[in-house]
């Protein structure tokens, strides 16, 4: 298909597409082919963000939203999952335009999970309840749950749309009022949704979009306005997002950051199940995946035929290296900027100094920023390629004899996002998954977030939840009342 040429690049501020006063823009680039996209996209400055939580303020306090009921604030949130679902064509193309996920994979599956999302917390819009206590001190006592105010969300650029669904609609269907900023390299889908807020109906102030870097999502983090914030990015930036919520007004913060994680595969698994969840699934994205085990440990018995196998699936998806993100034909893209290029590539420099590259390792493609699928076999387990987030197509694979080894290898990491364990054995299963140091564990399967389950990481990946239950009650607070 042809790509997109029409573009939101303002910010969407109180229901309307605005100039930036900051007069920043930022330039985008098309990964798959290296050429500019012509969108001058205009960057929040102070004065903006502060404009942006005014108004949401203003929405949370004394704007029509204050005063819906939990249905009602439901209908909207459906309002918007429907024409969410009805444009997913439109959004997929632009997230694939400007980070180069393939469109197939973005269309059938990132843009409707936003969907998804929408209309779950929608169900729970309604159903936030409280507790009492029996007054037999001659006090009664009510707990109640109540909104938290303005909150923000900050996204990556691997799958946009995701986390519009999941840091916008909890927010919302507590009673909040929500500001998104997008990741810098892929801002145009989550732009395009002001059309489809103004269109649901939303009252004025009650989400908001703004553009911009670091310095923007700063601005978002130590902002004294804001209740709390959801980040989405690498531990490092996590960190620092942390610190700035906190040096500011103590606002809550739900973190959900890199991980180096690991999939174990058994001698009594099903291999065809376990190689296509560790090979394809690896894949999905281009490896661009925060939940990606790209630490693949193989039991020895089974090693060499299983590598095999693996590194077949990879060598089929380099021979479609180059292939238009656009094409609904394509299953495997670029990486999203230059920066995360150059960034993949020095990683598998620093492996190919160890000697312990299989297959790969090479950039290919119509002068896009295209890098063939990349195995090491056995490098050394204090090697950076080993023991760091790469977030690009670069398997480590290891082997091992014992469960007991497998595990000590599988949480020999500062980081805890994700895990797969492959066996046919329930007991193995269960015994293992719970020796695993990871906030998930997926059995038998690639590891895909629900929406109804909580997501979130142990040691470095993060702290709070998001999804479910879990990640709703997050954008709540507490108040005892007494009443005597």
């Not at 990964?31 to 949370?60: C, H, K, M, R, T």
């Not at 050394?380 to 004899?401: A, H, M, Q």
Request: charged residues 15%.
């Amino acid at each position: 298909m042809a790509a997109p040429t029409d573009f939101q690049t303002q910010l969407f501020l109180n229901n309307k597409y605005v100039d930036a006063k900051s007069k920043e823009t930022l330039s985008l680039v098309n990964p798959f082919n290296g050429e500019p996209i012509s969108a001058a996209v205009q960057v929040a400055g102070q004065e903006d963000i502060d404009l942006a939580v005014s108004y949401a303020q203003v929405a949370f306090k004394s704007g029509p939203w204050s005063t819906y009921t939990g249905a009602q604030r439901a209908v909207y949130l459906n309002k918007l999952a429907d024409l969410i679902d009805a444009n997913a064509h439109k959004l997929a193309a632009l997230d694939s335009l400007c980070m180069g996920a393939p469109i197939a994979v973005a269309e059938n599956f990132v843009v409707p999970q936003a969907a998804v999302a929408f209309r779950y917390y929608a169900g729970l819009a309604d159903k936030i309840e409280g507790d009492s206590f029996a007054a037999e001190d001659g006090t009664y006592r009510i707990v109640r749950h109540e909104p938290l105010g303005v909150c923000a969300g900050i996204a990556p650029w691997n799958v946009p749309m995701i986390y519009v669904g999941w840091k916008i609609a909890p927010a919302l269907a507590a009673g909040n009022t929500a500001i998104f900023k997008a990741s810098e390299s892929s801002p145009l889908a989550t732009l395009y949704l002001g059309k489809l807020v103004i269109e649901a109906g939303f009252p004025p102030g009650v989400i908001q979009f703004v553009n911009g870097g670091g310095k923007t999502g700063a601005l978002l983090a130590s902002h004294m306005g804001i209740a709390k914030i959801s980040f989405t990015g690498s531990t490092s930036v996590g960190k620092i997002v942390q610190k700035l919520a906190t040096e500011s007004n103590m606002k809550k913060v739900t973190l959900e950051l890199g991980g180096k994680s690991a999939a174990l595969v058994f001698e009594d698994a099903n291999i065809p199940n376990a190689v296509a969840g560790t090979a394809d699934g690896f894949l999905l994205n281009s490896g661009q995946m925060c939940l990606a085990t790209s630490r693949l440990l193989v039991q020895e018995s089974i090693a060499t035929p299983f590598i095999e196998a693996v590194k077949a699936r990879f060598l089929e998806a380099a021979s479609k290296l180059g292939s238009d993100p656009l094409s609904p034909t394509t299953t495997y893209g670029p990486m999203a900027n230059k920066a995360q290029f150059d960034r993949v590539l020095s990683y598998i420099n620093i492996g190919k100094e160890g000697g312990a590259l299989a297959i790969g390792g090479a950039s290919n493609g119509n002068n896009g920023l295209f890098i063939e699928p990349t195995i090491f076999v056995n490098p050394d387990k204090n090697s950076r390629i080993y023991k760091e987030e790469i977030f690009g197509p670069v398997l480590c694979i290891l082997t091992f004899k014992t469960e007991e080894e497998a595990l000590e290898l599988a949480n020999d990491t500062n980081t805890g996002l994700s895990a797969g364990l492959y066996t046919s054995d329930l007991n193995r299963a269960l015994r293992v998954s719970a020796k695993l140091e990871s906030g998930n564990v997926a059995i038998n399967s690639l590891h895909l977030p629900a929406v109804n389950v909580p997501f979130g990481g142990w040691k470095e990946s993060g702290s709070g939840q998001e999804l479910g239950r879990y990640g709703f009650q997050s954008y709540l607070k507490m108040k005892s009342v007494h009443i005597k």
